[in-house]
C-alpha cells in the first residue's frame, strides 16, 4: 500500500511563494512525487475532519480510511485515469473519501446483516441498489467531481449559468439543509418567492449542466430579469 508521508518538507534557504494547487497538481500528474505529498499536506487535515464529523471522532478508523483515499489518490495520477482538466484535485479527493465512507457503512451493514428499518435479509440488495460504487471505481468517482465542480461554477460565476445573487443564495442556502419558510422569514420574502425562486434556479443549473454534458436538447440558461427582492 503506498504511504503519505506526514513530517513538512524541509527547504534551504527562503521559501519562495507556495505554488497552486493547480500547479502542484499538474506537477504531480507529470510523476513529481513530492508535489503530490504537497497536495496530501493541503488537502488531508480538511478532509480527515469531514471523516472525523461523520465517524463521531474515531481516529483508527479515519486513519484506516484516508490512508485508502490518498493511495486511490495517487494511483489515479500514476496511471492517469486522473484528468485534472475536468475536476480540481481537492474535489476529486474529497469525492473519493465520500464513495470510501459509503463503502465503510455497506461492509458494516452486511457485516451486522441488516440496513436500518428493513429486515436483514433485504440489506445488502438495498445498499447494492442504491449506494456510490466501490472506491476503486475511479471514472465514475471523477465523473462526480467533475460534476460537483461545475455545480460549483453555477453559484460562484454569475455568468456561468445566469443565476441571480437571490436565487445563489437560495439554492446554497437550501443545500445547507435551510428550509423554505426558515430561508423566507430570514430574507423578508414570501414563501412562494421562494419557491419561485427555487425552481428558476434549478432550471438555470440543469440547462447549464445539460449544455456542458452535450446534450442535444439542452436550452441556454434564460437571462435574468426583475428585481431579485420584488415578488414575480
Known amino acids: 500500500m503506498y504511504r503519505v508521508s ?19 497538481t499538474r506537477r504531480a500528474c507529470a510523476g513529481d ?14 478532509l480527515n475532519r469531514m471523516l472525523m464529523a461523520r465517524s463521531g471522532g474515531r481516529e483508527e478508523l479515519v486513519e484506516e480510511i484516508a490512508q485508502r483515499v ?15 482538466s475536468r475536476s480540481a484535485i481537492t474535489t476529486f479527493a474529497y469525492a473519493i473519501a465520500h464513495n470510501a ?3 465503510h457503512l455497506r461492509r458494516f451493514a452486511r457485516d451486522k446483516g441488516y440496513v436500518q428499518g428493513l429486515p436483514s435479509t433485504q440489506g445488502s ?9 466501490a472506491i476503486d471505481s475511479i471514472p465514475q468517482i471523477l465523473a462526480e467531481a467533475e460534476l460537483i465542480d461545475r455545480v460549483r461554477i453555477c453559484l460562484h460565476d454569475q455568468a456561468a449559468a445566469g443565476l441571480s445573487d437571490l436565487e445563489r443564495e437560495i439554492v446554497s442556502a437550501i443545500a445547507a439543509g435551510e ?4 430561508l423566507a422569514r430570514r430574507l423578508g420574502l414570501s414563501s412562494s418567492t421562494i419557491n419561485v425562486r427555487k425552481h428558476a434556479a434549478y ?21 435574468n430579469t426583475g428585481s431579485d427582492r420584488s415578488t414575480p
Do not use: C, M
Open 6 to 24: 506526514s513530517g513538512p518538507k524541509d527547504l534551504p534557504g527562503q521559501p519562495g511563494p507556495s505554488p497552486t494547487l493547480a500547479e502542484l
Open 33 to 46: 512525487h513530492a508535489a503530490f505529498q504537497d497536495i496530501h499536506r493541503r488537502v488531508g487535515p480538511g
Open 70 to 84: 490518498w493511495t486511490a489518490v495517487w494511483k489515479a495520477i500514476a496511471e492517469k485515469t486522473y484528468d485534472p
Open 101 to 103: 465512507w459509503i463503502t
Open 125 to 133: 440488495e438495498v445498499l447494492d441498489e442504491h449506494v456510490h460504487p
Open 179 to 182: 428550509g423554505d419558510r426558515a
Open 203 to 223: 432550471a438555470k443549473i440543469r440547462a447549464f449542466l445539460g449544455v456542458f454534458n452535450g446534450e442535444p436538447n439542452a436550452q441556454p440558461p434564460g437571462a
